[in-house]
């Protein structure tokens, strides 16, 4: 298909192309056109003995994972079976098949180390960056932004996983984000089931905050790399956000040889971090952290590769306790039916058959959807409850702690290799080259736009003086003529931008202002349409002031980047960010207390 494309270079945007996922997509009579010719389209597999056995168990064997990522380190995108022969061999089809499905399980499961996304929350970004201004202003249905992140980024899986997917980047509950991308409106699950209480994708609603554009700044967006799907331009390869977000949001996922486990951390950690970076300071050394979690997150190796997180219990009585707040990820019906109902009845853990005589006799519980309240009665009484303390079990006998690893933070980097971190210190320093690179390049676009701005308005404003000073004639005067009038003295030329759609918000993209797109114009008449398509009033007075005011505007704004550093650009938007998140916090805060 890619050799076909490049074969017919522009001719290829004349067909209409269309993804076929299964005999689904058929029609009747496309099936019958397959299955009258067998002989062309039936592939017969050739087993030719042990070797195949040992490379199907390299493929699938648990104790195999070791030698699938060898297997998959060697991965070349350009290597297909040869679908024209009758026979295929097992080897074949293993190597030159089934590990491109390999590869796309560990893209669709591991996250990239440089934006911290997987493709389906790559796509549902974009998709939203997309639709412009109307989705940070305006609510949208999470069934409705599906079926539209499905048809503007190429998305051929369920539409159902892709509304989960969004569902999941605007929870807010503790031990989910840190940083929620999209904005939940309506019940988007709670820490009592851990998010699968969620209401149905046609009841609820999302929008983009403000803070998600603070940390995926629209300045970056002509610097990306976007994918193609099928002649479509979609998401990119990777977003390269103000913050490593992969350390902020954390990330799960497994794949096939693959998994990843990245806790979450503190985005003032991160940025102070950053900055320490940018001083050429030593970083200090971050620790996991869960917005909104009031137990304690404590080192449980000297190499702070594991940590141990300890819900809260204080004492209520001589025989009762208060449990306020449960491990990370450990959530409340859970920890009910797993860990409370065992000790209630005497049953043992959940999934022990032995039986054992009843630790507590009384449980209450007073929770809300974002607190936890367990009130306990010990079965012994006083005695019981301060034999526990004494020997400082109660933690443990209540089993109030979690693990959680740094060991398996494997990623994506930015030139798709998958790259396994030893400290979250490491992504942050490999995070920090690329994005200060990108700065640079911001830096650079920004200057050769604001310098094509600013040239375009000197023009305007000397062409307007000219006429009204009778220096350059207009009126009654050849097209022909007043161009090579212009030419001659030295009005630089800019090609009109294309008529454009209007956004989803309802307004009109910039533009040209007369594009007789009709007309086949020669380029040199179409670059000087932004001078000769001025309306008449452009002639008077308080126009003039305008446009000088304008073009003094813009002249002080390439000024002030040409002196500001990629790293004072960076400062900015860190500061910027913070602002912005400290206000999010607010509005999180001021939701959870009921405030409108």
Partial sequence: YNDWRANLGSGANSYQIKYYKGLGTSTSTEAKEY????????????????????????????????????????????????????????????????????????????????????????????????????????EIKVAQLAGYVSEHS??????????????????????????????????????????????????????????????????????????????????????????????????????????????????????????????????????????????????????NTTFTTYGTVSKLDDSSVLVSELPIRKWTQDYKDGVLEPMLTGGGDKDSKSTAAPIINDVREHHTDTTVSFSLTFSGGEKALTEMETKGTLHK???????????????????????????????????????????????????????????????????????????????????????????????ATFEPAAKKKKTEDGEDEEGDEEGDGADTKAASSRGYDYLLGMPLWSLTLEKVTQLKNELAVKEAELQKLLATSPKQLWETDLDAFIVGYEAWEAELAAAAAGVP
């Fill in 35 to 138: 299955f009258s010719d067998l002989a062309q389209h039936e592939l017969s597999f050739d087993w030719t003995g042990d070797n195949d056995a040992a490379l199907i168990e390299r493929a699938f064997a648990k104790s195999m994972a070791d030698a699938r990522k060898e297997w998959l380190r060697g991965y070349d995108p350009d290597v297909f079976v040869n679908h024209s022969t009758d026979m295929l061999s097992y080897s074949d089809f293993i190597d030159k098949e089934l590990i491109h499905f390999s590869n796309a399980d560990n893209v669709r499961s591991i996250p990239s180390m440089v934006d911290g996304l997987k493709p389906g929350q790559r796509k549902i970004l974009f998709s939203c960056f997309k639709r412009g201004k109307s989705i940070i202003k305006n």
């Fill in 154 to 303: 190429a998305y051929h899986h369920g539409e159902a996983s892709l509304a989960g997917t969004i569902v999941g980047m605007a929870q807010t509950f503790v031990g989910s984000n840190n940083i929620a991308l999209l904005h939940p409106a309506g019940q988007f699950g709670t820490r009592l089931l851990g998010g699968k209480d969620a209401a149905s994708p046609r009841y609820i609603f999302t929008k983009l905050p403000q803070l998600t554009r603070l940390l995926f700044h629209p300045d970056d967006d002509a610097l990306l790399s976007y994918l193609e799907d099928d002649g479509q331009s979609i998401e990119p390869k990777y977003y390269v956000p103000v913050l490593p977000l992969v350390l902020i949001n954390g990330a799960e996922g497994i794949g096939t040889g693959w998994s990843s486990s990245v806790p979450n951390y503190n985005p003032r950690d991160v940025v102070d971090n950053l900055r320490r970076l940018m001083r050429d300071e030593p970083i200090e050394q971050m620790s996991p952290w869960y917005r909104g979690f009031t137990g304690v997150i404590a080192p449980a190796d000297v190499k």
């Fill in 397 to 491: 006998q209540l089993k109030l702690s979690s693990s959680i690893s740094t060991t398996n933070m494997t990623l994506f980097d930015e030139h798709g290799r998958i790259i396994r971190h030893e400290t979250p210190e490491a992504i942050l320093n490999n995070f920090y080259s690329i994005r200060l690179d990108f700065y640079e390049k911001r830096k650079l676009n920004l200057s050769d736009t604001l310098t094509s701005q600013w040239s375009k308005l000197d023009n305007r404003v000397r062409f307007v003086l000219a006429v009204i000073d009778g220096k350059l004639k207009i009126s009654n005067v050849k097209k022909d003529v007043l161009i090579a009038t212009l030419q001659k003295e030295g009005y």
